[in-house]
């Protein structure tokens, strides 16, 4: 079945370091792909996507892109701040199955 | 401001009880989702709607049921069966079924006292 693996946490960085959070996946055929993110006391909200491979995904300073060849979809951002401290999970969507599968998640604490 | 409800935030239920979490949106989606999030894992599929009068299992649906008698209502019930209740539990909703956005709702935590 499908399955999608995250570095796990916690991440801790000064404010302005450069984020990177591992994200493969396992499936078959051609996934779309998702990082959502989850501030502190509430729910999981959609940071970017990805539908096919070579795509590469864009919000707030984010970037991920999707890799067919390594089945990675790594989310980076050059200069983090303290409001990018959250829960990050890595997300595949397939039509066989219908349905979202999510990674473990990956909290980061940026540091002032 | 359209978006999806859930209430209550926090509850405490007795061993051997049922509770029923809400779930509301007012997006007019038709898809609508519930999950389980324990800590340090990723979130876990319970069961999934596609349309009003329809619902599928998810991966661990077993102790839980569901209802969907309108398009912008699905309740999810935590049966005693379930053995290991406590968790946070989330409601989304898409558009449609596909990849598509997910709308994620505030969250209830459960807990068995």
């Known amino acids: 079945g499908n399955s999608v693996t995250q570095m796990e946490g916690p991440v801790t960085l000064s404010e302005e370091a450069f984020l990177t959070i591992n994200c493969t996946y396992t499936?078959?055929?051609?996934?779309?792909l998702f990082w959502y993110v989850q501030y502190p006391g509430e729910g999981l909200q959609l940071l970017l996507k990805?539908?096919?491979?070579?795509d590469k995904g864009s919000n707030k300073g984010f970037e991920a892109t999707y890799r067919k060849e390594t089945t990675s979809f790594h989310l980076e951002k050059g200069s983090v701040q303290v409001s990018d401290s959250a829960v990050y999970f890595c997300?595949?969507?397939?039509?066989?199955?219908?349905?979202?599968?999510f990674g473990g998640g990956t909290r980061v604490l940026v540091k002032p | 401001d359209g978006g999806i409800t859930q209430s209550p935030k926090y509850l405490f239920r007795k061993e051997g009880q049922n509770v029923t979490l809400s779930c509301e949106q007012n997006?007019?989606?038709?898809?609508m989702y519930w999950y389980r999030q324990d800590p340090g894992q990723g979130l876990r599929l319970i069961y999934y709607?596609?349309?009003?009068?329809?619902?599928q299992k998810g991966d661990i649906a077993e102790g839980y049921s569901v209802s969907r008698e309108k398009k912008e209502s699905f309740p999810l019930t935590v049966t005693s069966a379930q053995k290991n209740p406590t968790a946070f539990y989330l409601c989304?909703?898409?558009?449609?079924?596909?990849?598509?956005?997910?709308?994620f709702g505030q969250g209830t935590r459960l807990t068995v006292v």
């Open positions: 990805a539908t096919k491979a070579d």
């Open positions: 709607s596609q349309i009003v009068n329809d619902f």
């Open positions: 499936a078959t055929g051609y996934p779309s």
């Open positions: 997006l007019n989606h038709d898809a």
């Open positions: 997300a595949l969507y397939q039509a066989a199955g219908n349905k979202l599968t």
């Open positions: 989304a909703s898409s558009i449609r079924p596909g990849n598509t956005e997910a709308f």
